[in-house]
């Protein structure tokens, strides 16, 4: 069982920046993939980004690639999303989640676990 934690939310103006952490714990979590999603007011949850877990292999959404980074501290047990040159339409509840996969999956379906999440607010 692996337990998620995210912090980082908050409100922030447009063309500015915010870090995302997501700290695992309960379970073996260095040989998972971690990754992002996101779910903004009255839409679906949609993938952000994911990362390997034996060796670093990134994956992004089209509408972040160029903007945001994801990274792993396996030490620290703990996954970030670096979030610049943000917009509007990036506002929303971002969600870790982890599973043991053989492949950079977006589909939230593929994760098997998840944390609450935490609200990133971007205003105009």
């Known amino acids: 069982q692996v337990h998620l934690v995210e912090s980082g939310g908050g409100l922030v103006q447009a063309g500015g920046s915010l870090r995302l952490s997501c700290a695992a714990s309960?379970?073996?979590?260095?040989?998972?993939?971690m990754a992002w999603f996101r779910q903004a007011p009255g839409k679906e949850r949609e993938f952000v980004a994911t990362?390997?877990?034996?060796?670093?292999?990134?994956r992004y959404a089209d509408s972040v690639k160029g903007r945001f980074t994801i990274s792993r501290d396996y030490a620290k047990k703990t996954v970030y999303l670096q979030m610049d040159s943000l917009k509007p339409e990036d506002t929303g509840l971002y969600f870790c989640?982890?599973?043991?996969?053989?492949?950079?999956?977006?589909?939230?379906?593929?994760?098997?676990?998840w944390g609450q999440g935490t609200r990133v607010t971007v205003s105009s």
């Open positions: 990362i390997s877990g034996i060796i670093t292999f990134t």
């Open positions: 309960g379970g073996t979590s260095s040989n998972y993939y």
């Open positions: 989640a982890a599973a043991l996969l053989d492949w950079a999956s977006t589909s939230e379906s593929d994760y098997d676990y």
